[in-house]
């Protein structure tokens, strides 16, 4: 398997202008996460899906945040309008989770700068 | 909020010492999982351990946790250069229903050739 696949792993975009990230999950697997990464923050939750089906969102931190997963292999992060300070590193990861299995598998990343 | 703090926040170390990073949390868990990052990489799972156990090796790796105190030790015994990185603990709610985890602010180690 070729793990998870993130994309684009570079963006360089106006403030203003929509982004959309996208992720590939490793085949098989039940969950899906999105985090967001800053030397401020450190590394933040925004949003999971089991199932395809949104459990948590409490991380996203505003309207202009949207995410989806309209099937098993596949999910995107919308930031529409972008900030300058929503500049970060933004990381999807899967797992195959269940009483035994927590594991999660991180992409690459994306690296997000507005300006 | 339950996020794990580690401590140090940086360590370096010379080549073949052994390395220990700490976790606290501030809530109950289910279990606790160190992760490892590379510079410009994703994050990389370590080990996990269970709230009923106390202890768990990996290779080079040790891992205790207390849930009485609500902490974590990771040692890495004699370290190599390829090492050096940042190291996070992620813990879950305590509820056996959620697979959300929330990742400390992790341990920047350094380890010299």
């Known amino acids: 398997d070729a793990g998870v696949i993130q994309s684009p792993r570079h963006e360089v975009t106006e403030m203003g202008q929509e982004v959309t990230l996208r992720c590939k999950p490793i085949?098989?697997?039940?969950?899906l996460f999105w985090y967001r990464q800053t030397m401020m923050r450190g590394l933040e939750l925004l949003i999971y899906f089991n199932n395809n089906v949104p459990i948590d969102d409490s991380g996203m931190p505003e309207d202009r945040f949207s995410a989806k997963m309209p099937n098993a292999s596949f999910s995107t992060l919308k930031i529409q309008p972008s900030e300058p300070r929503d500049s970060a590193v933004y990381f999807c990861?899967?797992?195959?989770?269940?009483?035994?299995?927590?594991?999660?598998?991180f992409g690459p990343g994306t690296r997000l700068t507005v300006l | 909020s339950q996020q794990g703090e580690e401590d140090p926040q940086a360590l370096s170390i010379q080549e073949g010492e052994n390395a220990t990073m700490n976790c606290s949390y501030k809530t109950s868990i289910n279990n606790l999982q160190w992760y490892r990052q590379n510079s410009g990489r994703g994050l990389v799972h370590l080990i996990l351990i269970r709230s009923n156990e106390r202890e768990k090796h990996s290779g080079r790796l040790r891992v205790t946790l207390d849930t009485s105190k609500k902490s974590s030790s990771l040692l890495i015994t004699a370290s190599r250069a390829a090492d050096t990185a940042s190291y996070f603990c992620?813990?879950?709610?305590?509820?056996?229903?959620?697979?959300?985890?929330?990742f400390g602010t992790g341990t920047r180690l350094k380890v010299l050739a």
């Open positions: 992620a813990t879950d709610g305590g509820d056996s229903g959620t697979y959300k985890y929330i």
């Open positions: 990861a899967s797992s195959l989770t269940g009483l035994l299995y927590n594991e999660q598998f």
């Open positions: 085949s098989g697997h039940n969950s």
